[in-house]
C-alpha cells in the first residue's frame, strides 16, 4: 500500500506543476523567446524554449529549483556545454548551450576531460556532488554545440522517463496575447482516384484573414472527391518577439464532427522521428515549408495524438458541401481558426500504373536485391506502404560504383535502412578510404554517408531515401593557424586557436600534445574552430614549448601541426 501511495504521490507531484510556482526563472532578465516546445525542426521536435540572451553570451544562469547536478555534457555539436538538474519532484532541468560552467563545475569537468584525454564527455554525476539551491548560479550562457546564435536551451523532463515536458505550462513570466496565424492550406487526394480541385496532385491554397477567422481566399468551395487530406503551415508569435515559433495545438473538424485533434503536452525523443510523418514530408523535401497534417499514417506511432477519427481522413463520397474547420492554439490559450468549404464531385479519375520493383509493406521488414544491389528495410521504418523503386547509372569518373537512386528523397525513413552495394575498380588499398555519399538530385552536390567496405561489397546505415554512390577520401584534413605565426611566434597571449576543415569524411578526433602532454582544444564545429586556453596548473611558462596537433578525419586520413613557440 505504501509504494502504491508512493507511485500516485509522485505522478500527483508532476501534474500539479502548473499550480505551483515551483520553478523560477534560469536566467534573470526578461523572458524572451527564439523558439518554444514542440516546434517542427530537421527530424526532431524542438524539446525545450530558447531563451534570448539579448543578443550576447556571458549572461548568469540559475538552477529553476533545488537539486543537484546529475549529469553534465560536453559535445561540438548537439547542446554543446550543457547542465542538468535532477528535482525532488521527479523532474530534470536542462540548460544547453553554455559559455562555461561555474568555477567548481568548470573544475571537475576539465579534470574529467584530461582524465579522458577527450574533449567530448559525458559525466554522470552522484547527488552529493554538486548540490544545488533554487536561485542558486550554474553557468554562463553561450552559443556552443549546434546553437544557431546567443542564446540559453532550456527543458523540463519527467526524471524517470526522460520524457521532456512543456515548459510554458509551469508559471514561467512569459507574455503571450497573440493567437497563431495560418500562412496556407494544403489539401491532398490520397489515394489514386481522388482528386482536388479534378487534379490527383496536392494543391495549396493562399490564407486571408476576415471576420475574425482565416478563410481560403475568394472563399472558394473546393471540389473533392475520395480520400482527402488536409495540413496547414502555421507560426505562432509570442509577445515582444518576431521570432516564429511553434503552435501548441490543432484540432480539425468536419460539418462540426472531430476528426482529428493534437497538443505538444509531452514527447519521448525516441519518437520526435514521427515529425517526418506529422508533417506533409514530400512538400517539405520541395518546397522547404512544413505543413502539420491532420491525418495519420498508418505507421505513425506518435503519442501526442488525442483524438483521431479514421486516420483523420476525409472521405468525400456522394453529393453536398461539407464545412471544414481546423482550430490553432498556442500554450495560453490564444486561438485561431481557419474556415472552408469543400464540394464533393465525383470525377472518373484513371488510376495511376502502379510504378516499382516490389510492394514494400509498413508493418513487415522488407528487402530488394539486384546483381550488384541490397536493401533491406526494418518493420517500422515506413510510415505507408511504398511501391518501391531503384534506378541506376553508369559510374562516372571518380566514383567507384554505379549511382543508384533508391526510390524517392520525397519518402521518409523512420529508422535506417541497410544498403549493399558493389563497387566498381575500386582497389583492395583503397577500400579503407571509401565511403558512400548522398547526391543533391537538384544541385549535384553530395556530403558523406560513411559505410564500410570488404571483398568488393560496400555496406551502409541509410537514414533517407535519395541518390547514392561510392567515392574515395584520401585527402587529409587542413589546418590553418590563428595565434602562431611561421611556427615559432605566438600572437595571442591566453589562447591557441586553429581553424580545422575537412572536405568529405568530416573530421572525427582532434588531438593537441604541449610539450609532449596531452592538452585540451575546444572544438567549435559549426565554426571549424579549436582552441586551447593556457593553464598555469598544467603547463609551466616562461620558457620555449612545443607543440604536434594532429587531426584526423572518418577514414583515417590525418593531418599534423608542428610548432615551437615560448610563452
Known sequence: MTKIFTVLLFFYAVASFGQEDYYSAPVKIPILLSGNFGELRSNHFHSGIDI???????????????????????????????LYIDHPNGTTTVYGHLQN????????????????????????????????KKGEMIAKSGNTGSSGGPHLHFEI???????????????????????????????????????????????????????????????????????IGFAIESVDYLNDSWSKCGIYSYQLTIDNELYFSNSMDEFSFNETRYINSLIDYETYIKLHRRFQKTWVEPG????????VKGNGVFNASGAGIHKIRIQLKDTYGNSSVLEFNVAVK???????????????????????KTDDFQISIPEGALY?????????APEIQGNFSKTYTIHKNTVALHTPATIRVKTKNLPANLESKALFVVIDEKTGKY????????????????????????????????????????RNTLTEATQIRFKISDDLAGIKKVEGYLDGKWALFEYDAKRHLITHKFDKTRFSFGKKHTLKLTVTDYRN????????FRK
Open 346 to 368: 465525383p470525377k472518373s479519375i484513371a488510376g495511376k500504373a502502379q510504378e516499382g520493383k516490389k510492394h514494400f509493406y509498413f508493418d513487415k521488414e522488407n528487402s530488394y
Open 52 to 82: 534570448k540572451t539579448e543578443g550576447v553570451t556571458g549572461i548568469s544562469v540559475y538552477a529553476a529549483a533545488d537539486g543537484f547536478v546529475s549529469r553534465i555534457s560536453v559535445s561540438p555539436t548537439g547542446y554543446g556545454n550543457a
Open 300 to 307: 505513425n506511432k506518435l503519442s501526442t495524438y488525442n483524438f
Open 447 to 486: 556530403w558523406a554517408a560513411n559505410g564500410s567496405f570488404e571483398n568488393g561489397w560496400g555496406s551502409a546505415k541509410i537514414k533517407q531515401f535519395g541518390e547514392y554512390t561510392v567515392k574515395v577520401d584520401t585527402v587529409p584534413p587542413t589546418i590553418k593557424p590563428l595565434s602562431i605565426k611561421n
Open 384 to 392: 505507408s506502404d511504398i511501391n518501391f523503386q531503384l534506378k541506376t
Open 557 to 564: 586520413n590525418k593531418k599534423t601541426y608542428e610548432a615551437t
Open 157 to 227: 523532463r519527467n526524471t524517470k522517463t526522460e520524457h521532456p515536458l512543456n515548459p510554458l505550462k509551469y508559471n514561467f513570466n512569459i507574455k503571450d496575447t497573440k493567437p497563431p496565424r495560418v500562412l496556407s492550406l494544403l489539401i491532398a487526394p490520397l489515394t489514386d482516384t481522388s482528386h482536388v480541385n479534378y487534379e490527383t496532385r496536392k494543391r495549396r491554397y493562399p490564407i486571408i484573414f476576415y471576420d475574425g477567422k482565416y478563410h481560403i481566399k475568394n472563399n472558394p468551395s473546393i471540389p473533392v472527391y475520395g480520400a
Open 101 to 132: 560552467f561555474r568555477k567548481d563545475i568548470a573544475a571537475f569537468v576539465k579534470e574529467s576531460q584530461y582524465k579522458q584525454k577527450s574533449f567530448r564527455v559525458n559525466l554522470m554525476l552522484s547527488p552529493e556532488k554538486f548540490e544545488v
